[in-house]
């Protein structure tokens, strides 16, 4: 038998716990890729990233008013894994495998963390990931996996972990993708660069100087694209629109239904956290290492404040607007654990463990819930926890190959699921919902559509009932041929022959 070596032994360590942590997020996350669609905004994005991939840049074909590269994200994974909806599941689990993994290495490098305390700050992210719907439907998760990038390369760096050169690149890489992601991302990244600069102004300037700069020339890059396609202008003008509207109130939330997920999902965490912040704060050590404690504090408060503002500023207040809390909350919690004493940090990384089970309760639901879609389906059975894909086995028969169709009050990923081809730039129903499209009156757009003549109508429940009732109307010489959970099926007149059996309602 071949002895291990003293400095091959922690490199097996180091090695195991990455995979036990990358094994046990895709244990959870891997089940939930059968699913169809978890929102509506998903099978919207889907659509705008199937033109990306036929050549059509936004505002050409089919389009959203998120930013570019939420949808070349989306664009990416349907490129490798297809246009059915378990491609893009990867965009989360690959979100929270990186984010897992990065707080990982965070905590080895940066914060010096024995082996089992790195280990379980890495199944901490992996499970409180999965609270406050840290699905690929939600892009808060997609945020957190650049944030946290931009995080590891400035403590990497600033902690003698990094070479400038290449943390100022990557930070940058990272911040410019965000801010092209999700427009939340700007004041997030405020927060980090201005949390970064006050602690050590002179030392942190230059570095956050070049990372900013890179992150600019990439955000600005990620628009050449259309600016080749000439759509820009178009796309520019659907972001000012969609921005000048978003006000948000937040007297108006439902908040019976924000606090709740928050309340069991994430509470437990911001209380570790809050005790592990108190604790570093009172810890004993030499100045410097209190003065190094005290900026990340400074730069987990800031970013933490700024999560809190996002999350509350939204037209509408969802809960899954705070799992952008989590890099500021772990970024506290580690500093926490760095500052107790070695004795105590095995006990406090395992309450960080126990305060993200809610987060694995909710992954092992949602995972029961995709192996039985996953059997169901395998049986030839339609999965009742799976609307969207019963509906389109259900449907399937009656539509024509390659058929326009237009698809309203329901998901839009039947358009996919169905190969459908849409008679507008603006097939989601939320057109009926939402006002951020600009001069588009919904009777006037949604008439048109009729006298386009789409061979295919589909309409489900999710428009208020004077949109639901004005389109049934429009719509009312379609034959309706089958439904299914409450989305209905109808054909153009010409093509149901005589005599066809009506579903029953």
């Known amino acids: 038998m071949t002895a291990i070596t003293a400095t091959e032994a922690p490199r097996r360590a180091r090695w195991g716990a990455a995979a036990l942590i990358a094994l046990v997020v895709l244990a959870l996350r891997l089940p939930l890729h059968p699913i169809a669609v978890l929102s509506v905004d998903e099978s919207a994005y889907m659509l705008v990233a199937r033109d990306l991939l036929a050549g059509q840049w936004p505002f050409a074909g089919a389009f959203d008013h998120k930013p570019i590269a939420l949808y070349l994200h989306y664009a990416a994974a349907m490129g490798l894994g297809g246009e059915d909806p378990s491609a893009i599941r990867w965009l989360a689990t690959l979100a929270a495998l990186g984010s897992a993994l990065t707080l990982w290495w965070i905590a080895r490098r940066v914060f010096a963390l024995p082996p089992r305390a790195a280990l379980l700050v890495g199944l901490g992210w992996a499970f409180a990931s999965f609270g406050l719907e840290g699905y690929s439907s939600n892009t808060e998760i997609l945020l ?51 949390g970064a600069l006050l602690p050590a ?113 939204s037209g509408r207040v969802f809960a899954h607007y705070f799992h952008l809390l989590l890099p500021g909350l772990f970024l506290i919690v580690l500093e926490g654990l760095a500052a107790s004493p070695a004795a105590r940090r095995a006990r406090l990384s395992l309450l960080l463990l126990l305060a993200t089970l809610p987060g694995l309760f909710v992954a092992l639901g949602q995972a029961q819930r995709g192996i039985g879609v996953a059997r169901t389906l395998a049986a030839g059975g339609l999965p009742e926890l799976d609307r969207e894909r019963s509906a389109t086995r259900l449907f399937a028969e009656h539509v024509p190959p390659g058929a326009s169709g237009y698809v309203t009050c329901a998901q839009p990923i039947y358009y996919l699921t169905l190969g459908l081809e849409a008679p507008t730039r603006y097939p989601f129903w939320s057109i009926h919902v939402y006002g951020y499209l600009p001069g588009l009156d919904p009777e006037t757009h949604i008439r048109a559509i009729h006298a386009r003549a789409p061979e295919v109508f589909i309409i489900g429940e999710n428009c208020p009932e004077a949109e639901l009732a004005m389109i049934e109307g429009i719509f009312a010489d379609y034959v309706e041929v089958a439904a299914h959970r409450g989305v209905r099926l109808a054909l153009r007149p010409d093509l149901v022959p005589p005599g066809a059996p009506r579903p029953a309602r």
Do not use: C
Not at 153 to 170: I, K, Q, T
Not at 258 to 282: K, S, T
């Open 144 to 194: 957190n996996g650049w944030l946290m990038l931009w995080l590891a390369a400035f403590l990497g760096w600033s902690r003698g972990a990094a070479r400038f050169a290449p943390a100022a690149l990557l930070s940058g890489l990272a911040a410019g993708i965000a801010v092209q992601v999700n427009y939340l991302a700007g004041p997030l990244l405020a927060a980090l660069y201005l």
């Open 201 to 313: 102004p002179r030392k942190h300037v230059g570095w956050l100087l070049a990372s900013g700069l890179v992150a600019i020339a990439v955000a600005l890059l990620l628009l050449v694209p259309l600016l080749l396609a000439g759509t820009l202008e178009g796309y520019v003008a659907q972001q000012v629109a969609f921005l000048s509207r978003y006000q948000g109130n937040i007297a108006l939330a439902d908040w019976g239904t924000v606090l709740r997920p928050v309340a069991l999902e994430l509470a437990p965490l911001m209380l570790v956290a809050l005790l592990l912040g108190l604790a570093a704060r009172g810890a004993q050590g030499a100045p410097g290492e209190r003065a190094a404690r005290g900026g990340l504090g400074l730069l987990g408060l800031l970013y933490l404040a700024a999560a809190v503002t996002m999350a509350l500023v």
